[in-house]
């Protein structure tokens, strides 16, 4: 990648033959010199830095008329990739932007690859690792603490807490290799104050670690089952969990013949809920195709509700459908409790947490939330309310970084030479370099930014 080049991309999502605005985006040496050739500003409006004009786009080579548009100028450094950026700020829809980005690559300019325009921002100085990170983390958000976790990426509060760290490793390194090379020259070292110390950071170190489930669960989510013999209500509950009628609802037994898909936000975790067919024995060729479809998307769930109908109590069909459930993790969900009372399913002793519902009534959903979070958080997958999280890079960095302090403790308490601090402090120093980006190789950067989208 050369930095010097102009790129360009369309910066905004497009909705084909719908929208109001799409945004056609350069950054490089050559983008006001672009932007000169394709933008026509009438009466004397001023091309100066952070003010925007009002004009039309024209092809350079035949002037025809592109678009009625604005044009806004952001000139090195003040803008997001510390180099001159520009941006056409076009009519929505597939053919106006796509007539402007082609403009402005027949004008000179190049396509940015995924994620360059934030590498570039990373390579200019702008923003660190996590940062960077932090940006495709809040693009992708599927919940409001998502998107809050990963904003507190974007200012900087994990990086501040790394920085840190590394620069107490890098301390005690020095003075460490002070010693290898001028031990006569000065004090011993105080063996004790530098065990303590490397406690602590591994202390710290630990903690961030502990975020790296709740980053997880945040971005990726959840995937819950909802399973049950035909005609209990999953596809009711279904509708009254996600407000809509996402599902066919009739009295008839085996009306689900595929698996129903909603996203949902539960207690701020992204919610991939299915609504499965009915299982049971079947000689209806189609309904038995749902039926094992059915089967796996349980076995991939990472949550069933196990749902089964009030009236008609604890079936010998519930009881083979729970036995070929049982290590998942799951909730009972016992359903019309409108028409029957749930004391007549007397459901086995080792399921743990059973909630009611009337889901054609919208009844019980806010207990059954409950329940989920619940679960989930007895599982270890949330941790507490924190501001920030790490994610699977960054966490595989800190774990490195911690068997480092723990072999440069072991050394000191061994007695080994001082070589062998030095040679675990400088991994430890490496780890915590790799996410912020100080100390970082080029292979990492690539399989960071392939994951952007092409314009930010």
């Not at 998307?297 to 010998?316: E, F, I």
Request: glycine fraction near 8%; include cysteine; hydrophobic fraction near 45%.
């Amino acid at each position: 990648m050369t930095l010097g080049t102009t790129i360009a991309a369309i910066a905004t999502a497009i909705v084909p033959q719908q929208g109001s605005i799409g945004i056609v985006r350069l950054s490089g040496e050559e983008s006001v010199a672009i932007a000169r050739q394709l933008f026509v500003a009438p009466g004397r409006q001023p091309w100066d830095s952070h003010r925007i004009l009002y004009g039309h786009i024209r092809d350079p080579q035949t002037q025809q008329l592109i678009d009625e548009a604005l044009l806004l100028l952001m000139l090195a450094p003040r803008s997001f990739t510390r180099e001159d950026v520009v941006e056409f700020h076009c009519h929505g829809g597939m053919i106006p932007v796509q007539q402007v980005l082609q403009a402005c690559l027949s004008a000179g300019a190049r396509l940015a690859q995924p994620g360059e325009f934030t590498l570039r921002a990373f390579l200019n100085g702008r923003l660190d690792l996590t940062q960077a990170e932090g940006i495709a983390d809040l693009v992708g958000a599927r919940s409001p603490q998502a998107a809050q976790t990963a904003l507190a990426g974007i200012q900087g509060k994990l990086a501040h807490p790394i920085q840190q760290l590394r620069q107490q490793c890098l301390d005690i390194l020095a003075e460490i290799e002070a010693r290898i090379d001028f031990e006569e020259d000065l004090p011993p070292l105080d063996e004790a104050s530098i065990t303590r110390q490397l406690q602590a950071a591994a202390s710290e170190v630990e903690q961030l670690l502990a975020t790296a489930d709740r980053g997880e669960l945040l971005r990726t989510g959840i995937k819950v089952a909802i399973v049950g013999r035909p005609n209990v209500g999953k596809s009711s509950l279904l509708n009254a969990w996600s407000r809509s009628d996402r599902a066919i609802v009739t009295d008839l037994p085996g009306t689900t013949r595929d698996v129903v898909e909603s996203s949902l936000v539960v207690a701020g975790i992204p919610v991939q809920v299915l609504d499965t067919a009915g299982i049971r024995e079947t000689e209806d060729r189609v309904e038995k195709m749902g039926v094992e479809r059915s089967r796996g998307a349980a076995q991939q769930a990472d949550l069933v509700l196990l749902t089964v109908d009030a009236a008609s109590g604890w079936t010998p069909e519930d009881g083979e459908l729970y036995e070929t459930l049982r290590g998942q993790p799951l909730i009972l969900v016992i359903n019309k409790v409108d028409l029957a009372s749930p004391n007549r399913v007397k459901y086995p002793p080792d399921i743990q947490t059973a909630v009611m519902t009337a889901a054609a009534q919208n009844q019980g959903i806010e207990g059954l939330e409950r329940a989920i979070a619940q679960t989930v958080q007895q599982g270890n997958l949330q941790a507490a309310n924190l501001d920030l999280a790490v994610n699977q890079r960054q966490a595989e960095a800190l774990t490195r970084a911690n068997l480092s302090l723990e072999h440069a403790m072991r050394s000191i308490a061994e007695k080994l030479p001082l070589d062998f601090w030095s040679i675990d402090l400088r991994g430890a120093v490496q780890a915590l370099g790799e996410i912020t980006g100080e100390d970082v190789t080029e292979s990492v950067l690539d399989r960071i930014f392939s994951r952007f989208c092409i314009g930010k």
